[in-house]
């Protein structure tokens, strides 16, 4: 990851340096809206994910104190704590993934790509600039 990092530093570095004008055009307007609009919405299902979470320890202590005041059979309780265990554990997977892409096995090998934030820029996707060295070479 961090070689992915350094590489993607050193593409950027190089694309500022030789490519300043294209470079300011390609980080528009556009693609910061873009930008803030899908950070905005992960933030809200990170939000939805954690409060789903929240609601589904509650029900947990509901459901054990009517199973322990036998409001609720055996039976019934392990289903709905089995249910509840397993859809917190889903929302916590999806938590840790919200900010990571999936890993994908390419030729045997693990490949993981990730998003890099720069503080007032935003995220700049390695395809772009690719796209602005190629462009300059063609």
């Known amino acids: 990851m961090e070689q992915g990092a350094l590489a993607h530093i050193r593409l950027v570095i190089s694309c500022v340096a030789n490519h300043k004008e294209r470079f300011r055009q390609a980080m528009g307007a556009k693609h910061r809206a873009e930008a803030k609009r899908e950070l905005a919405q992960k933030r809200k299902q990170y939000t939805q994910a954690e409060r789903r979470i929240e609601e589904l320890d509650r029900l947990f202590k509901r459901i054990y104190e009517d199973f322990a005041n036998e409001k609720?059979?055996?039976?019934?309780?392990?289903?709905?704590?089995?249910?509840?265990?397993?859809?917190?554990?889903?929302?916590?997977?999806?938590?840790?993934?919200?900010?990571?892409?999936?890993?994908?096995?390419?030729?045997?090998?693990?490949?993981?790509?990730?998003?890099?934030?720069?503080?007032?820029?935003?995220?700049?996707p390695a395809s772009l600039l690719y796209g602005l060295q190629n462009d300059e070479t063609a």
């Open 72 to 124: 609720l059979s055996e039976s019934r309780f392990q289903m709905l704590s089995a249910d509840y265990e397993a859809e917190q554990e889903n929302l916590r997977e999806k938590l840790l993934l919200l900010y990571v892409h999936t890993v994908v096995k390419e030729d045997g090998v693990r490949v993981q790509d990730i998003d890099i934030s720069y503080d007032l820029v935003g995220i700049l």
